[in-house]
């Protein structure tokens, strides 16, 4: 079998799956409270000198806009980790263990390596969409609520309100560059933590043992987002947790540069690759019940 063909079908495993509707309601339940929160700035802060604000900025025309409530969506670990990434986990989990089908494709693709590498190249096709259709609900919300706008808000562009750096804004005058920015992290973030999930189920032998595990290790790094402060900043990078998000959450600053957080993933991805290519080669990929079928012949 082609390899490019064992990758369709994975797809349409992975993706043509009714849980995936479950984005609507998880994704749509957190743009109302971030856009609801940030509607409400607009009526309770004082009004703004928007003359005074950096020209680095652009022109500044809304107390608040959709871009306030995009990035505080996806900056609030709270959210991020118990709703989208939970959600995320769960979609994907059962891209393992493999399918009665699925192991004669195997037998027929000929090589684990290529299967593992087929299984990585799924998980991550699968993180960049279930993001960008998480994004595009947080973000329409966000425009019904409180308005369109190219540039950043007189709330956003105030410090550290909506959960970026304030420095960082200088670099990217648009919001939508810090909002892809945003996206590739997380992106590589969901990739590296599904295939924790993946390698932990091909160990344990249970989707259900992998995705609880990860969301387990999720919960319990998150005192560390506590702890690692006013430490050197390369040990402050160490929580998964920290590289997910913009922030140090809850901390409204960033100790190192952004590219830090990229490189963390890259590391973790190159790591978990080779772990799981090494690791399918010397476990069992056949399914009980063809095991039990070869016994029988």
């Not at 652009?58 to 609030?76: E, L, P």
Request: aromatic residues 14%.
């Amino acid at each position: 079998m082609h390899t490019f063909a064992y990758l369709g079908y994975q797809l349409k495993r992975a993706l043509l799956r009714p849980r995936w509707l479950l984005i609507l309601p998880v994704a749509g339940f957190i743009a109302f409270l971030s856009s609801n929160a940030v509607g409400l700035q607009a009526q309770i802060l004082p009004e703004m000198d928007f003359m005074k604000l950096p020209e680095a900025f652009g022109t500044v025309t809304r107390m608040v806009n959709c871009w306030d409530s995009f990035f505080i969506a996806f900056g609030n670990l709270e959210y991020l980790v118990f709703g989208t990434l939970s959600l995320f986990l769960l979609c994907v989990s059962d891209i393992l263990p493999e399918s009665e089908f699925g192991n004669l494709a195997l037998f027929r693709l000929g090589s684990r390596r290529r299967w593992w590498g087929v299984k990585s190249a799924v998980t991550l096709i699968a993180a960049a969409l279930y993001l960008a259709l998480c994004m595009a609900i947080v973000f329409a919300a966000g425009v019904i609520r409180n308005g369109f706008d190219l540039n950043w808000s007189a709330f956003g562009a105030s410090g550290t309100s909506i959960l970026t750096p304030a420095m960082m804004k200088f670099g990217y005058t648009a919001p939508m560059r810090l909002a892809f920015i945003v996206f590739m992290m997380q992106t590589l973030g969901f990739w590296t933590l599904g295939m924790v999930m993946m390698i932990l189920t091909l160990r344990l032998g249970k989707p259900l043992w992998g995705y609880l595990a990860v969301m387990v290790l999720c919960a319990v790094t998150f005192p560390l987002e506590y702890a690692l402060i006013n430490v050197p900043s390369l040990i402050s990078i160490l929580s998964p947790l920290r590289n997910l998000t913009m922030v140090y959450w809850a901390f409204p600053f960033r100790q190192g540069p952004i590219w830090w957080s990229f490189a963390y993933w890259l590391i973790w991805i190159a790591v978990l690759n080779l772990i799981g290519r090494k690791l399918c080669e010397c476990v069992p990929l056949v399914s009980k019940h063809d095991s039990k079928e070869e016994g029988r012949a």
